[in-house]
Protein backbone atom coordinates (compact mmCIF):
# COMPACT_ATOMS: atom_id res chain seq x y z
CA UNK A 1 0.00 0.00 0.00
CA UNK A 2 1.70 3.06 -0.97
CA UNK A 3 1.61 6.09 2.33
CA UNK A 4 0.43 8.68 1.49
CA UNK A 5 2.69 11.53 1.61
CA UNK A 6 2.48 13.97 4.31
CA UNK A 7 1.34 18.01 3.12
CA UNK A 8 4.31 19.44 3.16
CA UNK A 9 5.69 16.43 1.01
CA UNK A 10 3.84 17.80 -1.63
CA UNK A 11 6.01 20.67 -2.44
CA UNK A 12 9.29 18.86 -2.90
CA UNK A 13 12.23 20.27 -1.36
CA UNK A 14 15.58 19.43 -1.65
CA UNK A 15 18.67 19.91 0.42
CA UNK A 16 22.49 19.02 1.20
CA UNK A 17 23.77 17.87 4.20
CA UNK A 18 27.15 16.87 5.20
CA UNK A 19 28.01 13.01 5.53
CA UNK A 20 29.69 11.72 8.59
CA UNK A 21 32.75 11.14 6.57
CA UNK A 22 32.63 14.70 5.23
CA UNK A 23 33.32 13.05 1.66
CA UNK A 24 30.47 13.51 0.24
CA UNK A 25 27.21 15.68 0.12
CA UNK A 26 24.10 13.78 1.04
CA UNK A 27 20.95 14.49 -1.20
CA UNK A 28 18.08 14.64 1.10
CA UNK A 29 14.86 14.48 -0.84
CA UNK A 30 11.17 14.96 0.30
CA UNK A 31 7.87 14.40 -1.82
CA UNK A 32 5.63 11.71 -3.09
CA UNK A 33 6.67 8.29 -1.72
CA UNK A 34 6.23 4.56 -2.92
CA UNK A 35 6.53 2.13 -0.16
CA UNK A 36 4.42 0.09 1.83
CA UNK A 37 3.27 0.77 5.02
CA UNK A 38 4.33 -0.25 9.07
CA UNK A 39 1.54 -2.84 8.79
CA UNK A 40 3.97 -4.97 6.41
CA UNK A 41 6.13 -6.06 9.79
CA UNK A 42 3.44 -7.89 11.18
CA UNK A 43 3.51 -10.81 8.48
CA UNK A 44 7.19 -11.23 9.72
CA UNK A 45 6.42 -10.57 13.49
CA UNK A 46 3.60 -12.79 14.00
CA UNK A 47 5.70 -15.40 13.03
CA UNK A 48 8.13 -14.82 15.34
CA UNK A 49 6.28 -13.90 18.25
CA UNK A 50 3.98 -17.17 18.20
CA UNK A 51 2.12 -16.60 21.80
CA UNK A 52 1.43 -12.47 20.15
CA UNK A 53 -1.81 -11.15 18.32
CA UNK A 54 -1.74 -8.51 16.69
CA UNK A 55 -5.35 -6.40 16.34
CA UNK A 56 -5.28 -3.70 13.21
CA UNK A 57 -7.57 -0.82 13.76
CA UNK A 58 -7.57 0.30 10.52
CA UNK A 59 -9.82 -0.13 7.04
CA UNK A 60 -10.98 -2.85 4.67
CA UNK A 61 -7.54 -1.80 2.66
CA UNK A 62 -5.56 -2.28 5.45
CA UNK A 63 -7.18 -5.76 5.75
CA UNK A 64 -6.76 -6.27 2.24
CA UNK A 65 -2.95 -5.63 2.66
CA UNK A 66 -2.42 -7.80 5.78
CA UNK A 67 -4.59 -10.77 3.76
CA UNK A 68 -2.75 -10.61 0.35
CA UNK A 69 0.74 -9.89 1.95
CA UNK A 70 0.70 -13.35 4.19
CA UNK A 71 -1.71 -15.21 1.74
CA UNK A 72 -4.36 -17.01 3.47
CA UNK A 73 -3.71 -19.10 6.51
CA UNK A 74 -5.64 -22.92 6.30
CA UNK A 75 -3.34 -24.32 8.78
CA UNK A 76 -3.81 -22.36 11.90
CA UNK A 77 -5.91 -19.96 13.48
CA UNK A 78 -4.56 -16.53 12.34
CA UNK A 79 -2.80 -14.56 14.62
CA UNK A 80 -3.79 -10.93 13.15
CA UNK A 81 -7.05 -9.51 12.33
CA UNK A 82 -8.44 -6.28 11.57
CA UNK A 83 -11.09 -4.41 13.53
CA UNK A 84 -12.45 -2.76 10.38
CA UNK A 85 -14.09 1.07 10.81
CA UNK A 86 -16.87 1.53 9.34
CA UNK A 87 -18.26 5.01 8.05
CA UNK A 88 -19.94 5.48 11.19
CA UNK A 89 -16.42 5.28 13.20
CA UNK A 90 -14.94 7.64 10.95
CA UNK A 91 -18.36 10.51 11.25
CA UNK A 92 -17.68 9.94 14.77
CA UNK A 93 -21.49 8.73 15.18
CA UNK A 94 -20.30 6.10 17.42
CA UNK A 95 -17.92 5.60 20.04
CA UNK A 96 -14.71 4.03 18.65
CA UNK A 97 -13.35 3.37 22.23
CA UNK A 98 -16.63 1.76 23.32
CA UNK A 99 -16.50 -0.40 19.78
CA UNK A 100 -13.13 -1.59 19.87
CA UNK A 101 -13.91 -2.60 23.74
CA UNK A 102 -15.99 -4.91 22.33
CA UNK A 103 -14.09 -6.46 20.07
CA UNK A 104 -11.26 -7.02 22.09
CA UNK A 105 -13.55 -8.83 25.02
CA UNK A 106 -14.62 -11.36 21.94
CA UNK A 107 -11.28 -11.85 20.77
CA UNK A 108 -9.81 -13.02 23.87
CA UNK A 109 -12.70 -14.76 24.75
CA UNK A 110 -12.57 -16.66 21.63
CA UNK A 111 -9.01 -16.81 22.21
CA UNK A 112 -7.21 -18.07 25.05
CA UNK A 113 -4.11 -18.34 23.99
CA UNK A 114 -3.09 -14.91 23.07
CA UNK A 115 -0.41 -13.42 25.97
CA UNK A 116 0.58 -10.13 23.80
CA UNK A 117 -1.96 -8.48 22.18
CA UNK A 118 -0.80 -5.01 20.08
CA UNK A 119 -3.50 -2.88 19.25
CA UNK A 120 -1.79 -1.56 15.99
CA UNK A 121 -2.91 1.81 14.32
CA UNK A 122 -3.31 2.91 11.09
CA UNK A 123 -4.06 5.89 8.86
CA UNK A 124 -7.76 6.02 9.45
CA UNK A 125 -7.60 5.36 13.34
CA UNK A 126 -4.76 8.39 12.81
CA UNK A 127 -6.74 10.49 11.17
CA UNK A 128 -9.71 10.34 13.60
CA UNK A 129 -7.24 10.28 16.19
CA UNK A 130 -8.24 7.23 17.69
CA UNK A 131 -6.10 6.89 21.09
CA UNK A 132 -4.97 3.34 21.01
CA UNK A 133 -2.52 4.12 24.02
CA UNK A 134 -5.36 4.79 25.69
CA UNK A 135 -7.48 1.76 24.47
CA UNK A 136 -4.54 -0.03 25.47
CA UNK A 137 -4.15 1.13 29.35
CA UNK A 138 -7.73 0.37 29.80
CA UNK A 139 -7.90 -2.77 28.20
CA UNK A 140 -4.79 -3.88 30.06
CA UNK A 141 -5.99 -3.14 33.26
CA UNK A 142 -9.33 -4.53 32.76
CA UNK A 143 -7.57 -7.97 31.33
CA UNK A 144 -4.34 -7.89 34.09
CA UNK A 145 -3.07 -10.94 34.84
CA UNK A 146 -4.11 -13.11 31.53
CA UNK A 147 -2.93 -10.82 28.71
CA UNK A 148 -0.33 -8.49 28.33
CA UNK A 149 -2.34 -5.32 26.08
CA UNK A 150 0.34 -3.00 24.02
CA UNK A 151 -0.03 -0.59 21.06
CA UNK A 152 2.13 0.51 18.34
CA UNK A 153 1.32 2.90 14.60
CA UNK A 154 1.57 1.19 11.58
CA UNK A 155 0.13 3.83 9.57
CA UNK A 156 1.36 4.45 6.37
CA UNK A 157 1.05 8.59 7.12
CA UNK A 158 5.14 8.85 8.49
CA UNK A 159 6.44 5.73 7.75
CA UNK A 160 8.17 3.31 5.97
CA UNK A 161 7.18 -0.78 6.17
CA UNK A 162 10.21 -1.44 8.08
CA UNK A 163 9.54 1.39 10.96
CA UNK A 164 6.46 -0.81 12.02
CA UNK A 165 8.75 -3.73 13.58
CA UNK A 166 10.62 -0.86 15.50
CA UNK A 167 7.53 0.44 17.08
CA UNK A 168 6.34 -2.51 17.88
CA UNK A 169 9.86 -3.52 19.82
CA UNK A 170 10.06 -0.23 21.14
CA UNK A 171 6.71 -0.51 22.69
CA UNK A 172 7.94 -3.93 23.99
CA UNK A 173 10.90 -2.42 26.36
CA UNK A 174 8.94 -0.83 29.02
CA UNK A 175 7.58 -4.00 29.79
CA UNK A 176 11.45 -5.37 30.04
CA UNK A 177 12.03 -6.95 33.79
CA UNK A 178 15.18 -4.88 34.94
CA UNK A 179 18.40 -6.40 34.76
CA UNK A 180 20.38 -6.52 37.81
CA UNK A 181 22.32 -3.55 37.76
CA UNK A 182 25.60 -5.39 40.04
CA UNK A 183 25.59 -8.56 37.94
CA UNK A 184 27.55 -10.09 34.93
CA UNK A 185 26.81 -8.55 31.47
CA UNK A 186 24.47 -9.77 29.50
CA UNK A 187 23.99 -9.58 25.40
CA UNK A 188 20.78 -8.44 23.65
CA UNK A 189 20.25 -9.41 19.76
CA UNK A 190 17.65 -6.72 18.92
CA UNK A 191 15.69 -7.42 15.89
CA UNK A 192 13.74 -9.94 14.49
CA UNK A 193 15.34 -12.69 12.64
CA UNK A 194 14.17 -16.05 11.20
CA UNK A 195 14.56 -18.95 14.00
CA UNK A 196 16.84 -20.70 11.80
CA UNK A 197 19.21 -17.71 11.91
CA UNK A 198 18.11 -16.90 15.32
CA UNK A 199 19.60 -20.51 16.46
CA UNK A 200 23.08 -20.06 14.69
CA UNK A 201 23.56 -17.04 16.18
CA UNK A 202 23.17 -18.66 19.76
CA UNK A 203 25.28 -21.08 18.65
CA UNK A 204 28.15 -19.03 17.69
CA UNK A 205 27.76 -17.14 20.47
CA UNK A 206 27.90 -20.00 22.94
CA UNK A 207 30.66 -21.38 21.18
CA UNK A 208 32.45 -18.56 22.15
CA UNK A 209 31.95 -18.64 25.57
CA UNK A 210 29.09 -15.73 25.94
CA UNK A 211 26.66 -17.96 28.03
CA UNK A 212 24.08 -14.91 28.69
CA UNK A 213 21.93 -13.74 25.05
CA UNK A 214 18.85 -12.42 25.11
CA UNK A 215 16.95 -12.08 21.87
CA UNK A 216 14.10 -8.96 21.58
CA UNK A 217 11.59 -10.03 20.33
CA UNK A 218 11.67 -13.13 21.51
CA UNK A 219 9.70 -16.42 20.29
CA UNK A 220 7.43 -15.77 23.51
CA UNK A 221 6.43 -12.58 23.93
CA UNK A 222 5.84 -13.03 27.50
CA UNK A 223 9.32 -14.28 27.50
CA UNK A 224 10.86 -10.78 27.53
CA UNK A 225 14.83 -10.90 28.29
CA UNK A 226 15.62 -8.20 30.82
CA UNK A 227 17.51 -5.11 30.52
CA UNK A 228 19.43 -2.82 32.70
CA UNK A 229 22.90 -1.08 32.77
CA UNK A 230 24.57 -4.46 32.20
CA UNK A 231 22.94 -5.25 29.12
CA UNK A 232 25.39 -4.63 25.87
CA UNK A 233 23.28 -4.50 22.80
CA UNK A 234 23.33 -5.58 19.43
CA UNK A 235 21.35 -4.13 16.77
CA UNK A 236 20.95 -6.98 13.99
CA UNK A 237 18.60 -4.71 12.08
CA UNK A 238 19.02 -1.24 10.93
CA UNK A 239 16.21 0.29 11.20
CA UNK A 240 15.21 -0.27 15.06
CA UNK A 241 16.42 3.44 16.05
CA UNK A 242 13.58 3.80 18.60
CA UNK A 243 13.98 0.82 19.70
CA UNK A 244 17.51 1.37 20.43
CA UNK A 245 16.51 4.90 22.17
CA UNK A 246 14.26 3.14 24.22
CA UNK A 247 16.87 0.52 24.89
CA UNK A 248 19.47 2.88 26.32
CA UNK A 249 16.80 4.81 28.16
CA UNK A 250 16.70 1.76 30.32
CA UNK A 251 20.45 1.87 31.16
CA UNK A 252 21.34 -0.72 27.78
CA UNK A 253 24.51 0.00 25.95
CA UNK A 254 25.14 -0.42 22.23
CA UNK A 255 28.08 -1.81 20.55
CA UNK A 256 29.12 -0.49 17.85
CA UNK A 257 29.35 -2.68 14.44
CA UNK A 258 28.61 -3.93 10.73
CA UNK A 259 25.35 -5.12 10.47
CA UNK A 260 25.66 -8.88 9.78
CA UNK A 261 25.24 -9.25 6.25
CA UNK A 262 27.75 -11.44 4.62
CA UNK A 263 31.55 -13.07 5.84
CA UNK A 264 32.97 -9.82 6.54
CA UNK A 265 29.57 -7.89 8.28
CA UNK A 266 29.12 -11.20 10.59
CA UNK A 267 32.87 -11.57 11.51
CA UNK A 268 32.68 -7.81 12.49
CA UNK A 269 29.18 -7.75 14.08
CA UNK A 270 30.38 -11.35 16.24
CA UNK A 271 33.16 -9.51 17.01
CA UNK A 272 32.16 -6.67 18.63
CA UNK A 273 30.42 -9.02 21.38
CA UNK A 274 33.38 -10.79 22.06
CA UNK A 275 35.66 -7.69 22.20
CA UNK A 276 33.09 -6.19 24.76
CA UNK A 277 32.66 -9.98 26.55
CA UNK A 278 36.21 -9.92 26.84
CA UNK A 279 36.82 -13.87 24.54
CA UNK A 280 40.46 -14.27 23.29
CA UNK A 281 41.03 -13.11 20.01
CA UNK A 282 42.82 -16.81 19.22
CA UNK A 283 39.36 -18.22 20.74
CA UNK A 284 37.34 -16.39 18.84
CA UNK A 285 39.06 -16.83 15.26
CA UNK A 286 39.18 -20.26 16.22
CA UNK A 287 35.04 -20.67 16.58
CA UNK A 288 34.79 -17.82 13.19
CA UNK A 289 37.01 -19.74 11.17
CA UNK A 290 34.98 -22.31 9.90
CA UNK A 291 31.53 -20.76 9.07
CA UNK A 292 33.31 -17.67 7.38
CA UNK A 293 35.60 -20.27 4.72
CA UNK A 294 31.98 -21.17 3.97
CA UNK A 295 30.28 -17.73 3.60
CA UNK A 296 33.00 -16.97 1.40
CA UNK A 297 33.41 -19.31 -0.50
CA UNK A 298 29.29 -19.40 -1.12
CA UNK A 299 29.71 -15.65 -2.00
CA UNK A 300 32.13 -16.54 -4.57
CA UNK A 301 29.95 -18.51 -6.89
CA UNK A 302 28.00 -15.13 -7.37
CA UNK A 303 30.95 -12.89 -7.66
CA UNK A 304 31.67 -13.89 -11.45
CA UNK A 305 27.77 -12.04 -12.78
CA UNK A 306 27.95 -9.40 -9.51
CA UNK A 307 31.38 -7.92 -9.81
CA UNK A 308 32.25 -5.00 -11.81
CA UNK A 309 27.94 -4.51 -12.08
CA UNK A 310 26.56 -0.85 -11.01
CA UNK A 311 23.68 -0.81 -9.01
CA UNK A 312 21.32 2.01 -7.14
CA UNK A 313 19.04 1.55 -3.98
CA UNK A 314 15.69 3.59 -4.08
CA UNK A 315 14.39 4.12 -0.59
CA UNK A 316 12.16 1.20 0.60
CA UNK A 317 13.59 -1.37 3.81
CA UNK A 318 16.41 1.06 5.31
CA UNK A 319 18.55 -1.81 4.62
CA UNK A 320 20.46 0.17 1.86
CA UNK A 321 23.50 0.93 3.34
CA UNK A 322 24.52 -2.13 5.19
CA UNK A 323 23.21 -4.34 2.03
CA UNK A 324 25.33 -1.42 -0.27
CA UNK A 325 28.37 -2.29 1.96
CA UNK A 326 28.19 -5.62 1.76
CA UNK A 327 27.89 -5.80 -2.00
CA UNK A 328 30.29 -3.78 -2.68
CA UNK A 329 33.15 -5.14 -0.03
CA UNK A 330 32.40 -8.35 -0.46
CA UNK A 331 31.31 -8.28 -4.14
CA UNK A 332 33.60 -6.15 -5.93
CA UNK A 333 29.75 -3.82 -7.33
CA UNK A 334 30.05 -0.47 -7.68
CA UNK A 335 26.92 1.66 -5.45
CA UNK A 336 26.02 4.39 -8.02
CA UNK A 337 23.12 5.63 -6.00
CA UNK A 338 21.83 4.16 -2.06
CA UNK A 339 18.66 5.56 -1.38
CA UNK A 340 17.33 5.07 1.89
CA UNK A 341 13.97 6.71 3.46
CA UNK A 342 16.00 7.52 7.13
CA UNK A 343 20.02 8.03 7.34
CA UNK A 344 20.67 7.07 10.73
CA UNK A 345 24.58 8.64 10.95
CA UNK A 346 25.19 6.74 14.29
CA UNK A 347 24.09 3.31 13.84
CA UNK A 348 25.10 3.40 10.15
CA UNK A 349 28.54 5.44 10.54
CA UNK A 350 30.59 1.97 10.25
CA UNK A 351 28.81 0.75 7.34
CA UNK A 352 29.37 4.68 5.49
CA UNK A 353 33.01 4.38 6.50
CA UNK A 354 33.17 1.31 3.49
CA UNK A 355 31.69 2.85 1.19
CA UNK A 356 33.30 4.48 -2.19
CA UNK A 357 33.09 8.29 -2.15
CA UNK A 358 32.09 7.87 -5.41
CA UNK A 359 28.37 6.52 -4.22
CA UNK A 360 25.74 9.24 -4.23
CA UNK A 361 24.11 8.87 -1.07
CA UNK A 362 20.00 10.18 -0.92
CA UNK A 363 18.05 10.13 2.50
CA UNK A 364 14.09 10.27 2.13
CA UNK A 365 11.98 10.04 -0.79
CA UNK A 366 10.70 11.63 -4.23
CA UNK A 367 9.87 9.51 -6.69
CA UNK A 368 10.06 11.33 -9.71
CA UNK A 369 13.21 12.37 -9.19
CA UNK A 370 14.74 9.36 -8.19
CA UNK A 371 13.29 7.73 -10.99
CA UNK A 372 14.72 10.34 -13.48
CA UNK A 373 18.52 9.68 -11.90
CA UNK A 374 17.87 5.78 -12.64
CA UNK A 375 17.00 6.57 -15.95
CA UNK A 376 20.36 8.91 -16.10
CA UNK A 377 22.58 6.33 -14.40
CA UNK A 378 21.35 3.47 -16.09
CA UNK A 379 22.53 0.81 -13.21
CA UNK A 380 22.95 -2.52 -14.16
CA UNK A 381 20.86 -3.36 -11.30
CA UNK A 382 17.88 -1.38 -8.81
CA UNK A 383 16.81 -2.59 -6.11
CA UNK A 384 13.22 -0.49 -5.49
CA UNK A 385 9.94 -1.25 -4.23
CA UNK A 386 7.12 -3.81 -5.59
CA UNK A 387 5.14 -1.07 -7.13
CA UNK A 388 8.49 0.51 -9.30
CA UNK A 389 9.67 -2.71 -10.39
CA UNK A 390 7.33 -3.58 -13.19
CA UNK A 391 7.63 -0.37 -15.06
CA UNK A 392 11.25 -0.12 -14.63
CA UNK A 393 11.77 -3.79 -16.05
CA UNK A 394 9.41 -2.44 -18.75
CA UNK A 395 11.95 0.49 -19.71
CA UNK A 396 15.03 -2.18 -19.83
CA UNK A 397 16.26 -1.93 -16.32
CA UNK A 398 16.91 -4.97 -14.47
CA UNK A 399 15.12 -4.82 -10.58
CA UNK A 400 15.14 -6.48 -7.37
CA UNK A 401 12.34 -6.24 -5.12
CA UNK A 402 13.59 -4.52 -1.94
CA UNK A 403 10.69 -6.48 0.14
CA UNK A 404 12.08 -9.85 -0.79
CA UNK A 405 15.40 -8.82 1.52
CA UNK A 406 13.44 -8.62 4.80
CA UNK A 407 11.00 -11.69 3.95
CA UNK A 408 14.45 -13.87 3.30
CA UNK A 409 17.05 -15.05 5.70
CA UNK A 410 19.89 -13.18 4.78
CA UNK A 411 21.65 -12.31 8.14
CA UNK A 412 24.50 -14.30 9.28
CA UNK A 413 27.73 -16.72 7.44
CA UNK A 414 25.35 -19.25 6.55
CA UNK A 415 22.84 -17.47 4.46
CA UNK A 416 25.77 -15.05 2.58
CA UNK A 417 25.61 -17.00 -0.98
CA UNK A 418 21.97 -16.92 -0.54
CA UNK A 419 22.22 -13.28 0.02
CA UNK A 420 24.61 -12.53 -3.24
CA UNK A 421 22.41 -14.93 -4.97
CA UNK A 422 19.20 -12.91 -4.08
CA UNK A 423 21.29 -9.95 -6.21
CA UNK A 424 22.45 -12.23 -8.71
CA UNK A 425 19.58 -13.66 -9.66
CA UNK A 426 17.81 -10.64 -11.65
CA UNK A 427 20.93 -10.44 -13.62
CA UNK A 428 21.72 -13.85 -14.52
CA UNK A 429 17.88 -14.38 -15.39
CA UNK A 430 17.70 -11.14 -17.61
CA UNK A 431 21.02 -12.77 -19.53
CA UNK A 432 18.92 -15.59 -20.32
CA UNK A 433 16.31 -13.42 -21.66
CA UNK A 434 18.50 -11.77 -24.00
CA UNK A 435 19.55 -15.38 -25.36
S1 LIG B 1 -2.30 1.78 7.39
FE1 LIG B 1 -2.64 3.35 5.82
S2 LIG B 1 -1.14 2.87 4.19
FE2 LIG B 1 -1.35 1.03 5.50
S3 LIG B 1 -2.92 -0.23 4.48
FE3 LIG B 1 -3.97 1.02 6.06
S4 LIG B 1 -4.65 2.84 4.93
FE4 LIG B 1 -3.09 1.86 3.63
Given at each position: MNALPPSSGCA???????????????????GQREVFCGLTGIIWLHRKMQDAFFLVVGSRTCAHLLQSAAGVMIFAEPRFATAIMEERDLAGMVDAQEELDRVVGK???????????????????????????KAAERL??????????????????????????????????????????????????????????EDQFLRLFKQLGIERVGMLPARNACDLPAVGPQT??????????????????????????????GAEGTTAWLRAAATEFGIDEMH??????????????????????????????????????????FLTQELGMEPVEIGTPYLHRTHLARELELLPETAR??????????????????????VCGLGLANPLEAEGFATKWAIELVFSPIHGFEQAGDLAELFARPLRRRDVLRV
Amino acid sequence: MNALPPSSGCASELALKERPSERAPVLRERGQREVFCGLTGIIWLHRKMQDAFFLVVGSRTCAHLLQSAAGVMIFAEPRFATAIMEERDLAGMVDAQEELDRVVGKLLQRRPDINTLFLVGSCPSEVIKLDLAKAAERLGAKHAGDVRILNYSGSGIETTFTQGEDACLASLVPEMPAGDSDGAKELLIVGSLPDIVEDQFLRLFKQLGIERVGMLPARNACDLPAVGPQTRYLLAQPFLSDTAMALENRGAQRLDALFPFGAEGTTAWLRAAATEFGIDEMHFNSVVAGPRKRAKRAIEHSREMLGGKRISFLPDSQLEVPLARFLTQELGMEPVEIGTPYLHRTHLARELELLPETARLSEGQHVDKQLDRVREDRPDLTVCGLGLANPLEAEGFATKWAIELVFSPIHGFEQAGDLAELFARPLRRRDVLRV
